[in-house]
């Protein structure tokens, strides 16, 4: 770490090391970087999906805004995760949220329901071009003991009019072409999209609408002065009305002085993702043939989608020492093997990694940071549809709209105990993960 400034040593030339995002994904805007003294009317921190929605709202609405951002846009979770777009949170049901929040609540499950047909309906309004397929997500359950969650999940969502659809386990083996599952759920809202050209496409919208992105320009810290917020990076700062921090998993990479609470109160896991060879016609016709998202009900994911060229993109953990890489290889080639044995031999072009915030009872963290200054963690494996909804809400907080009509269900900052201990340990979590699932199966 660079003490003059709190700034962590982070690779700035290998922003997607073997990304197949970046292989594939032309490249992003020209972006200055932030020095000397500069003014908006909103600052957000963070171009990624929460960041550049809430700016392209912004503008839309008329307001002076600039984006400060540590890399490029995307370059964090919102560039390399898988691309799902998902209309749920991983673990919590409408039921739990509005039994926290209440009123809050039932407004955050209503952003929830609609946030995949948001995102899909932004990439068309905004002609970006991202490889998008809303073609619909399944979940399928991995023991016959685990058909109550999609039970409880098709219940609960239909009361909130979520398109949502219960399936035998004869209709998921039709869907995804294996026997491995034993029925599950779906949503027909959801789909996938290359994130990276997203998160690009967002950025050249927040352009050519008159918003600004500072590029390669770390924030290190903000406070309030004068009755304005001030963001300071290592060649300048900038002063605006409001605030919003989008840093999410990344918010203590680049500065341990940023925002320590937010960072504390999530575990930053890192997620493998990879991508085989483009699959032939034949097979791939065999092997989820209406493209739909998978994420099932493991508590060590399974989660292929297709990309664009009829490659699977999908990933996993892996705990220990070694050659990580190779040993997430040769796990999920077995896994893709035991599930559908019709795809041969399986290799992969492509293998990287990222950052997923958790938090410790899978509920986003969203929080009230000062005067007409507004943030939140905790993506839980939920990121892509839900920041793009949440970029809006945030939006429209600090443009001044009541409390009583935003879907955000505040809370305190609640950093975990123990943090940086913990945040060596989490990985062992996933050994608890995979014993419960084999046990289940058993």
């Known amino acids: 770490m660079d003490s003059a400034n709190g700034l962590w040593n982070v690779p700035w030339n290998v922003p997607w090391p073997d990304s197949l995002w970046a292989a594939v994904t032309p490249p992003g805007p020209d972006l200055p970087e932030l020095s000397g003294d500069v003014e908006a009317d909103v600052v957000v921190i963070g171009a990624g999906f929460t960041g550049l929605s809430s700016a392209l709202h912004l503008r839309e609405a008329g307001v002076d805004v600039a984006i400060v951002e540590a890399m490029e846009p995307g370059w964090g979770a919102s560039g390399s995760n898988n691309g799902q777009v998902i209309p749920t949170l991983s673990r919590c049901d409408p039921d739990d949220i509005v039994a926290k929040h209440g009123a809050a609540g039932e407004r955050f499950v209503a952003l929830l329901r609609d946030s995949a047909s948001v995102l899909f309906d932004i990439a068309r309004r905004y002609h970006i071009q991202a490889e998008q397929e809303q073609s619909g997500w399944v979940q399928p359950v991995h023991s016959p003991g685990r058909i109550k969650i999609a039970e409880r999940r098709v219940r609960q969502w239909s009361k909130f009019g979520a398109p949502v659809e219960l399936l035998s386990r004869e209709q998921t083996r039709r869907m995804l072409g294996s026997d491995a599952w034993f029925g599950g759920f779906w949503n027909s809202t959801g789909g996938h999209i290359n994130p990276l050209a997203l998160s690009r496409g967002l950025a050249r919208a927040v352009l050519e609408r008159g918003g600004r992105i500072y590029a390669r320009s770390p924030a290190i ?3 309030r002065h004068n009755g304005r917020w001030v963001v300071k990076t290592a060649q300048g700062q900038i002063g605006g009305r ?18 320590p609470d937010i960072a504390r109160e999530v575990m930053p896991v890192l997620s493998w993702q990879m991508a085989t060879q483009p699959l032939s016609e034949n097979i791939r016709k065999t092997i989820i043939p209406a493209r739909q998202a998978m994420s099932d009900t493991h508590g060590e994911l399974y989660f292929p989608r297709y990309d664009a060229r009829n490659r ?6 892996v705990i220990g020492p070694g050659n990580k890489r190779e040993r997430i290889k040769a796990r999920v080639a077995e896994r893709l093997q035991r599930l559908w044995p019709q795809i041969g ?3 992969f072009d492509h293998v990287w990694n990222g950052y997923v915030g958790m938090t410790t009872d899978f509920l986003p963290r969203i929080h009230r940071l000062g005067p007409e200054a507004y943030g939140w963690t905790g993506c839980n494996g939920r990121a892509v549809a839900l920041a793009i909804a949440l970029g ?4 429209k907080a600090v443009r001044g709209h009541p409390e009583s009509e935003l879907a955000l269900p505040f809370t305190e900052p609640a950093p ?9 340990l989490a990985p062992l ?14």
């Not at 699977?312 to 953990?317: E, I, P, S």
């Not at 975990?416 to 060596?424: S, Y």
């Not at 979590?429 to 058993?442: F, G, P, Q, S």
């Open 345 to 347: 031999d399986v290799s």
């Open 312 to 317: 699977l993109v999908t990933g996993g953990a």
């Open 429 to 442: 979590m996933l050994m608890i993960y995979r014993r419960r699932d084999a046990r289940e199966i058993a």
């Open 392 to 395: 809006d809400e945030l939006s």
């Open 416 to 424: 975990i105990a123990a943090h940086g201990l913990l945040r060596h």
């Open 242 to 259: 409001a605030l919003i921090v989008a840093t999410n998993a990344y918010t203590g990479e680049f500065s341990n002085s940023l925002a």
């Open 221 to 223: 810290s903000f406070a």
